[in-house]
Nanobody, 117 residues
Framework: QVQLVESGGGLVQAGESLRLTCRAS????????MAWYRQAPGKQREVVAS?????KRYYADSVKGRFTISRDNNALYLQMNMLKYDDTAIYYC?????????????WGPGTQVTVSS
């Protein structure tokens, strides 16, 4: 399986921006689904955004209009604008074969995003 490593997290104030990057150990097949998930303390991991073969993008309602997901051959990005306190979480990158569930693919170790109000 491909190895994934996230970066770009940090501590910001509400209203500011961050750009997360997920780099793969090798090229990721263009048909793979790639996604960002997050997990806040005491909550379940949830999907934030995903991008599938052909370029169609999905966003959670809570981030629509603020976050943008993009990818290239061996990296996944998440541009996060107008950050809110509720965006505080560990953000994880996921890559998996098309049609497979997230846990069938690879996960990165995560990067912490903390938004102060």
């Amino acid at each position: 399986q491909v190895q994934l490593v996230e970066s770009g997290g940090g501590l910001v104030q509400a209203g500011e921006s961050l750009r997360l990057t997920c780099r793969a150990s090798g090229s990721i097949h263009s048909t793979y689904t790639m996604a960002w998930y997050r997990q806040a303390p005491g909550k379940q991991r949830e999907v934030v955004a995903s991008i599938i073969y052909g370029g169609k993008r999905y966003y959670a309602d809570s981030v629509k209009g603020r976050f943008t997901i993009s990818r290239d051959n061996n990296a996944l990005y998440l541009q996060m604008n107008m950050l809110k306190y509720d965006d505080t979480a560990i953000y994880y990158c996921n890559a998996r074969p098309r049609g497979e569930p997230a846990d069938a693919g690879s996960w990165g170790p995560g990067t912490q995003v903390t938004v102060s109000s």
